[in-house]
């Protein structure tokens, strides 16, 4: 069945880099595109980015100079990387698949992650 | 970017009541419109797509209308598993969220 699951560091240093990743089963990379999304404690989601069913890349605008999206299809994986990480990132992170085109059917259990020293 | 303007941002009702949560779109979408549920504690659920076109598995008290840029969802009988966060999100473009609806029992 389809299952998301996103891993990674729950701590990073203000000003350090977040990498997370997001191992998916059940589908293929290269016929679903996945999307980030995160989520601050007690509030709304916000949208990060997407990767395309063919690698290409897109990002919300307030985040775009600090966020990369990537994937390894030979892996099943699909990696965050967002640098100059402040308080207001704190937040759960999630990973989703767009399997109905534009909505998100099926969504990893979040990971929280924390910006502290 | 489109903006999503959900209200009203929490609601208080009771078990078997008639619950609609509404969201306007800053631009036209077209019926390019979901919905989802977020329980305590949980990841978000698709609920509707396309504005009206309910997701699998989805009980059909939910429903989902449209009127121009104006969309809302609509519980016709809430029941105690209903309870939780719900947001809209555009799909015309990169999506965004509505700022969410907090539902609770009254």
């Known amino acids: 069945q389809v299952q998301l699951k996103e891993s990674g560091p729950g701590l990073v240093q203000p000003s350090q880099t977040l990498s997370l990743t997001c191992t998916v089963s059940g589908f293929s990379l290269t016929s679903y595109n996945v999307h980030w999304v995160r989520q601050p404690t007690g509030k709304g989601l916000e949208w990060m980015g997407v990767i395309w069913t063919g690698g290409s890349t897109d990002y919300n605008s307030a985040l775009k100079s600090r966020l990369s999206i990537s994937r390894d299809t030979s892996k099943s994986q699909v990696f965050l990387k967002m640098n100059s990480l402040q308080t207001e990132d704190i937040a759960t992170y999630y990973c989703?698949?767009?399997?109905?085109?534009?909505?998100?059917?099926?969504w990893g259990q979040g990971v929280m992650v924390t910006v502290s020293s | 970017d489109i903006q999503m303007t959900q209200s009203p941002a929490s609601l208080s009702a009771s078990l078997e009541e008639i619950v609609t949560i509404t969201c306007q779109a800053s631009?036209?979408?077209?019926?390019?419109l979901a919905w989802y549920q977020q329980k305590p504690g949980k990841s978000p659920q698709l609920l509707i797509y396309d504005a009206t076109s309910l997701a699998d598995g989805v009980p059909s008290r939910f429903s989902g209308s449209r009127s121009g840029t104006q969309y809302s969802l609509k519980i016709s009988r809430l029941q105690v598993e209903d309870i939780g966060s719900y947001y809209c999100?555009?799909?015309?473009?990169?999506?965004?969220f509505g700022g969410g609806t907090k539902l609770e029992l009254k």
């Open positions: 999100q555009q799909a015309h473009s990169n999506p965004t």
């Open positions: 989703a698949r767009d399997g109905l085109p534009g909505y998100l059917d099926y």
């Open positions: 631009q036209d979408i077209g019926n390019w």
